[in-house]
């Protein structure tokens, strides 16, 4: 099974066999454990920020990840 991450994508319908419905959370304890996984979470998720909030970026994954669905159908 693959994670394709949140939201909706074009690539995403060309490239799953079903949907399952997943969701995301964490509890962490307060204290230096729990800053270091707050930390070692956060390069991943500053990284999609990054690529969302720059349209250049964010179309070159869209595309990319397209052209990988139609690998995979064709």
Known sequence: MVDLGSGPARYKDTLKTR??????????????AGAV????????????????NHPRLARLA????????????G
Do not use: D, F, K, S
């Not at 399952?20 to 307060?30: D, H, K, S, T, W």
């Not at 996984?37 to 969302?52: H, K, M, Q, S």
């Open 37 to 52: 996984c707050r930390l070692g979470r956060e390069p991943a998720r500053a990284a999609g920020r990054a690529v969302r």
């Open 19 to 32: 949907e399952l419905c997943v969701y995301e959370g964490a509890v962490i304890r307060p204290g230096p």
């Open 62 to 73: 869209r595309r990319t990840l397209e052209q990988a669905g139609r690998l995979r159908t």
